[in-house]
C-alpha cells in the first residue's frame, strides 16, 4: 500500500479501450504504462503486438501511413499487406510463412503470412507488486491446413524499463506444418534519425540484392528522409545472444533488443530512408524475408511437428544515455 496515492493507475497500470472511426473501429487496445516512463500498446485484434510505445515521452516505433486497420479489412493476396501494414513497434509476421508472395509445395503464400492480422481469442492482464503481465492466445488455423497455437507473454517491470516477451508456438494439429517466424521490430522518428548510432554485432553481412550490396558499407549509417529512396536488406550474421541497439544524442535514448540465435537463427537489417516512409526494421526470426520458396531450396525452412513447442524469447531493454 501506497499512502501517496488513490489508486495504483495513477502511477501504472493497463487500460482497455476500443477505437471509434476509421478503417480501426471497434479495435481493442491494452494501453500500458509503468512507473518509470515506460508506455505501450498492446493490439488485441492484431495478434497481441505493440503498436505505439514510447520511453518517457519519445516515440520509438513507425506507424505506417495507413494507420489502424481492423482484420476484416485484410487481404491476404499477394502484397495486399502492405495496406493493413501499421508496422507500430512491431508486428509478428509468420507462422508458416514471411517474406516476399510466392507459391511454396503447391500452397499460395501472401507477404509476411497471416498472423499479424489475427485477433487474439483470449487475452488477460493483472498487476503484481513489481510487474505488470500479459497473457494472449492466437489461433493459426484451417481446415486441410495448418493447426497452430501462438501463446504470447509480456511480463514488464514497475520500476525499470523493460519488456520481457515470451511466445510459444504448438503444434496442436496432426501433421508437420512448415514453421516460419520473423518479428518486424520498427524503429521510428524521433528514436530514428540521421543522427542515431545503430550497432550490430555481426559476423558477416550478406545484402539480400544488388542493390542493397551498393549500400553495404554504410548499412549502418542512418541519413536524412530522402524522396524516392529504394529500400535495402542486409542479413546479419550473429550468434550466441546478441544484442542489437540504437542510440540517439537528439533526445539522449536508445533501445537494445537482445535474443537467443539458438531460438532464432537469423537477423535482418531493413532499411528504409524514404519521404515519410521512414523505417529501420531490426528483424530476428528462423527464416530471412525472401519467401518460403527460396528459404525451402536453401534448406534452410523450418518445421514443426505435432505436439511439438517452439519457445522464444525477445528483451527489449530502454536506456538513457
Same mark, same amino acid.
Given at each position: 500500500?501506497?499512502?501517496?496515492?488513490?489508486?495504483?493507475?495513477?502511477?501504472?497500470?493497463? !487500460?482497455?479501450? &476500443?477505437?471509434?472511426? /476509421?478503417?480501426?473501429?471497434? $479495435?481493442?487496445?491494452?494501453?500500458?504504462?509503468?512507473?518509470?516512463?515506460?508506455? *505501450?500498446?498492446?493490439?488485441?485484434?492484431?495478434?497481441?503486438?505493440?503498436?505505439?510505445?514510447? *520511453?518517457?515521452?519519445?516515440? %520509438?516505433?513507425?506507424?505506417?501511413?495507413?494507420?489502424?486497420?481492423?482484420?476484416?479489412?485484410?487481404?491476404?493476396?499477394?502484397? !495486399?499487406?502492405?495496406?493493413? %501494414?501499421?508496422?507500430?513497434?512491431?508486428?509478428?509476421? /509468420?507462422?508458416?510463412?514471411?517474406?516476399?508472395?510466392?507459391?511454396?509445395? /503447391?500452397?499460395?503464400?501472401?507477404?509476411?503470412?497471416?498472423?499479424?492480422?489475427?485477433?487474439?481469442?483470449?487475452? /488477460?492482464?493483472?498487476?503484481?507488486?513489481?510487474?505488470?503481465?500479459?497473457?494472449?492466445?492466437?489461433?493459426?488455423?484451417?481446415?486441410?491446413?495448418?493447426?497452430?497455437?501462438? !501463446? &504470447?507473454?509480456?511480463?514488464?517491470?514497475?520500476?525499470?524499463?523493460?519488456?520481457?516477451?515470451?511466445?510459444?508456438?504448438?503444434?496442436?494439429?496432426?501433421?508437420?506444418?512448415?514453421?516460419?517466424?520473423?518479428?518486424?521490430?520498427? $524503429?521510428?522518428?524521433?528514436?530514428?534519425?540521421?543522427?542515431?548510432?545503430?550497432?550490430?554485432?555481426?559476423?558477416?553481412?550478406?545484402?539480400?540484392?544488388?542493390?542493397?550490396?551498393?549500400?553495404?558499407?554504410?548499412?549502418?549509417?542512418?541519413?536524412?528522409?530522402?524522396?524516392?529512396?529504394?529500400?535495402?536488406?542486409?542479413?546479419?550474421?550473429?550468434?550466441?545472444?546478441?544484442?542489437?541497439?540504437?542510440?540517439?544524442?537528439?533526445?539522449?535514448?536508445?533501445?537494445?533488443?537482445?535474443?537467443?540465435?539458438?531460438?532464432?537463427?537469423? *537477423?535482418?537489417?531493413?532499411?528504409?530512408?524514404?519521404?515519410?516512409?521512414?523505417?529501420?526494421?531490426?528483424?530476428?526470426?528462423?527464416?530471412?524475408?525472401?519467401?518460403?520458396?527460396? $528459404?525451402?531450396?536453401?534448406? $534452410?525452412? !523450418? *518445421?514443426?511437428?505435432?505436439?511439438?513447442?517452439?519457445?522464444?524469447?525477445?528483451?527489449?531493454?530502454?536506456?538513457?544515455?
Amino acid at each position: 500500500m501506497n499512502p501517496y496515492i488513490g489508486h495504483e493507475e495513477q502511477l501504472y497500470g493497463v !487500460e482497455s479501450v &476500443r477505437l471509434l472511426g /476509421g478503417k480501426g473501429d471497434g $479495435m481493442r487496445l491494452l494501453n500500458v504504462r509503468n512507473a518509470a516512463g515506460l508506455a *505501450f500498446t498492446v493490439s488485441v485484434d492484431r495478434c497481441a503486438d505493440i503498436s505505439r510505445l514510447s *520511453f518517457k515521452g519519445d516515440n %520509438f516505433g513507425y506507424f505506417a501511413p495507413c494507420g489502424y486497420v481492423a482484420p476484416q479489412y485484410y487481404v491476404d493476396k499477394g502484397a !495486399e499487406f502492405l495496406k493493413s %501494414f501499421t508496422a507500430g513497434f512491431f508486428t509478428t509476421c /509468420g507462422l508458416t510463412a514471411v517474406g516476399s508472395p510466392c507459391t511454396d509445395n /503447391g500452397e499460395e503464400l501472401p507477404l509476411h503470412g497471416t498472423i499479424g492480422n489475427t485477433p487474439c481469442e483470449n487475452i /488477460g492482464y493483472w498487476v503484481t507488486e513489481d510487474a505488470i503481465h500479459i497473457k494472449a492466445v492466437v489461433r493459426d488455423a484451417a481446415l486441410f491446413a495448418r493447426k497452430l497455437l501462438l !501463446e &504470447r507473454e509480456y511480463v514488464c517491470p514497475l520500476y525499470e524499463n523493460v519488456i520481457y516477451m515470451t511466445d510459444t508456438v504448438t503444434n496442436i494439429g496432426s501433421e508437420e506444418s512448415p514453421f516460419e517466424l520473423l518479428y518486424h521490430c520498427n $524503429m521510428g522518428y524521433p528514436l530514428l534519425s540521421e543522427n542515431a548510432k545503430v550497432t550490430i554485432p555481426a559476423e558477416k553481412v550478406i545484402p539480400r540484392n544488388d542493390h542493397a550490396a551498393s549500400g553495404l558499407a554504410r548499412c549502418l549509417t542512418m541519413e536524412k528522409p530522402q524522396k524516392g529512396y529504394e529500400e535495402m536488406c542486409f542479413y546479419h550474421q550473429v550468434s550466441g545472444k546478441p544484442v542489437v541497439s540504437i542510440y540517439n544524442e537528439d533526445i539522449k535514448k536508445g533501445l537494445e533488443l537482445s535474443f537467443d540465435t539458438k531460438e532464432l537463427k537469423c *537477423f535482418t537489417q531493413w532499411k528504409m530512408m524514404g519521404e515519410q516512409e521512414y523505417v529501420l526494421g531490426l528483424e530476428p526470426g528462423n527464416c530471412y524475408p525472401d519467401g518460403r520458396d527460396v $528459404m525451402r531450396a536453401k534448406n $534452410m525452412l !523450418e *518445421f514443426i511437428k505435432p505436439g511439438e513447442k517452439k519457445v522464444h524469447h525477445l528483451t527489449f531493454a530502454f536506456k538513457e544515455m
